[in-house]
């Protein structure tokens, strides 16, 4: 069983969202921060939430895309950050959804955070959680 994630990339030009959906490691420990380690150049970004599904997400994009199970799949459109946020978990149950607005991760929960929060700010906060 997977725990599943959209990530999508913000076009500023006209407010949509381009995502594709990972099956396996969406949450913040596992995609996040293989995103704010590997993806953060708006090149990687593109590239990660452009080709529509991935089975998970390793440092190497290439990687990524040769082991998915389902090759050839199309990006999610959404009209908006507000859509992405509002049908993006219905996308194959989708857990999190990661969004690059052009400078940084930022992620929200199905189950915990509702809103669009930094991933590098989670990251903090739960490492001061554990010490």
Known sequence: MGTHAMI???????????????????????VGVTLIH???????????????YLSSLDRDFETSVEEAVH????????ESVE??????????GADYLYLWDGTDWFVA???GETRF???KTILSENDKKVA
């Open 71 to 78: 090759k050839n799949e199309s990006p999610v459109p959404y």
């Open 109 to 111: 929960s199905r189950y």
């Open 38 to 52: 590997f993806y953060t150049t708006e090149t990687a970004a593109k590239a990660v939430t452009s080709v529509g």
């Open 8 to 30: 999508g990339y913000y076009n500023k030009e006209d407010g949509s969202v381009e995502a594709s959906y990972v099956h396996y490691d969406g949450y913040v420990a596992g």
């Open 117 to 119: 929060t930094d991933v």
């Open 83 to 92: 859509q992405f946020m509002k049908n993006g978990y219905d996308y194959a």
